[in-house]
């Protein structure tokens, strides 16, 4: 290896693999690799794996010729794609930055079965501009970095440092934490890289993408101007932009607690995202037995419409999750002159209810695609219902997409204590996702406000349920059809010893009269359109 600059940071084991095993409680089965750009190996992560070990065992990756990594004898997309397939776990999340980033979407669109799911950091669909796309950095510049490689690798390192950190807050801070990083880097690996930079054509790996995706660029970024992130979103529309306000190339060495979060934010949705068609198929399997299990969120229902101002003028409202149609004929009685149409994810719930209240208007669809016009309603009721939308902003658009200016929202859904004594439970026992993730009362505030919403009035309670035991509380959830639909949720059965488990670890929370407790957070909403 013709090493141009000693490294006394390179790692020992003559490897391109640098393993850091999660150090508390781990939340995502698959690792997360992270594979850096051009220019610095794995030292330009900085903190970051580190950070992220503490909830996922974390690899990083050396791009053959950095540090520890072998050579290879031909460095073009595809050889570049085997090496990692060769070397990456069967199933992983992957976090490219720049050229890292370019490299890993080509493998996640090549080898879809084997990422679970991707975030790239400054990475563009062309490293360098064309006539298509102007959005990247200037051929000529890049062929004069190309150039000054060949005459000077030393020297051209030096000033991509600089380029690197052009546009961000803290380019002088950040260049000297970049000068202070020594790297060991084969001359010949390096050029070939380079070249290869210029060379990715990402459009259809891009659009083949199948895997979530999050871009994480930065405002000023020289390298990787921020208005390519509208031509990535152009070219698949699921994948999410998320751009770092007065960030350069590498914000997650300036800003890395906004970096962290985003990438945790990123994570929790896709471990937490729930299947709507599981969600349904539970809801309605659970038809015949909900009402005669749902005691509590009947009666929260019931004080929500008791605090509704009477209308007789009011025409058209819709009960949004109507399940079995419980609140039905107290809507209508509130509101005596309007059409009352319940709407629900499930068929089987809305064919239950259509059963009990054949004079009722029932309409199956999902929250956040409603199949409604717009300004078609003049109240939007809901309860215990949209805590099974994962996307809020995207909820509370369609809430006001179909609302009538000046309409009214009222709903209530559980808070993020509720089941606290169960998650607990269950934590000592694995680390499985056992029980699903509930919003704040400021996560709605926020959504429903940047939506448009008006007058905005949350209050969150807590109430306390007690059972005899934890197998009546369990049965109690199955028969409201709150089954845990996480996608993070692993394919394993909870089976006799596993509940046995859990029996025991619960007993922290039994009550002096000998009950098993369950607190339900209620957060109630009222908003105006």
Not at 98 to 104: P, T, V
Not at 276 to 291: L, P, Q, T
Not at 494 to 518: F, M, N, S
């Amino acid at each position: 290896m013709n090493a141009f600059v000693a490294s006394p940071t390179a790692p020992s084991a003559s490897s391109a693999l640098i393993n850091y095993p999660c150090t508390g409680l781990r939340l995502y089965a698959q690792p997360l690799v992270l594979l850096h750009g051009w220019g610095m190996d794995s030292q330009i992560w900085a903190e970051l794996p580190r950070q992220l070990s503490q909830f996922a065992d974390v690899i990083t990756l050396d791009l053959p010729g950095f540090a520890q990594s072998p050579t290879l004898k031909n460095y073009s997309e595809t050889d570049l794609h085997q090496w990692m397939a060769e070397l990456l776990p069967e199933c992983c999340y992957l976090i490219g930055l720049s050229l890292g980033g370019m490299l890993c979407s080509g493998f996640a669109a090549r080898y879809p079965q084997r990422v679970a799911g991707l975030i790239t950091l400054s990475s563009n669909i062309h490293f360098v501009a064309t006539e298509s796309n102007s959005a990247a950095l200037d051929r000529q510049q890049y062929l004069g970095f190309l150039e000054a490689y060949g005459d000077d690798p030393q020297s051209c390192l030096k000033r991509f440092v600089a380029l690197q950190a052009q546009g961000d807050q803290q380019q002088r801070q950040l260049i000297r934490q970049l000068r202070g990083m020594q790297v060991v880097l084969d001359s010949d690996s390096g050029a070939q890289l380079l070249k290869l930079l210029g060379a990715i054509d990402n459009p259809l790996s891009i659009s083949q993408l199948v895997c979530p995706t999050l871009t994480i660029l930065g405002e000023g970024d020289a390298l990787v101007p921020v208005t390519c992130g509208d031509q990535i979103a152009s070219l698949n529309s699921k994948i999410e932009v998320a751009v770092i306000k007065g960030a350069g190339h590498l914000s997650h060495l300036t800003q890395p607690d906004t970096v962290l979060e985003q990438i945790k934010s990123f994570l929790d949705h896709q471990l937490y995202a729930l299947d709507k068609a599981k969600v349904a198929d539970s809801f309605g399997r659970a038809a015949h037995k909900y009402d005669g299990a749902a005691l509590l969120q009947h009666q929260v229902g019931e004080e929500l419409i008791a605090g509704l101002v009477a209308n007789s003028e009011l025409k058209k409202l819709i009960d949004l999750g109507c399940g079995t149609g419980y609140h039905w004929g107290h809507l209508q009685a509130q509101f005596p002159s309007a059409q009352v149409t319940g709407v629900d994810l499930s068929p089987a719930m809305l064919a239950y209810a259509a059963s009990r209240h054949p004079e009722g208007h029932w309409l199956c669809g999902d929250a956040e695609d409603l199949p409604l016009e717009d300004q078609s309603q003049e109240l939007i009721f809901s309860n215990f219902a949209l805590q099974w939308c994962s996307d809020l902003p995207r909820l509370c658009g369609e809430l006001l997409r179909v609302l009538k200016p000046g309409g009214q929202l009222c709903f209530a859904v559980p808070g993020p204590q509720t089941l606290s004594e169960l998650r607990g439970a269950w934590q000592q026992v694995d680390t499985e996702i056992h029980v699903n993730r509930f919003y704040s009362l400021g996560d709605w505030q926020s959504a429903l406000e940047q939506a448009g919403f008006s007058q905005v009035e949350l209050q969150t309670t807590n109430q306390l349920q007690r059972h005899s035991s934890v197998r009546e509380l369990l049965m109690e959830l199955k028969n409201v059809g709150a089954h845990n639909n996480n996608a993070g949720k692993q394919n394993t059965l909870t089976g006799k010893q596993h509940l046995q488990a859990l029996y025991a670890a619960y007993e922290d929370y039994r009550q002096a009269d000998g009950t098993i407790p369950a607190t339900w957070e209620i957060i109630r909403v009222r908003a105006i359109a």
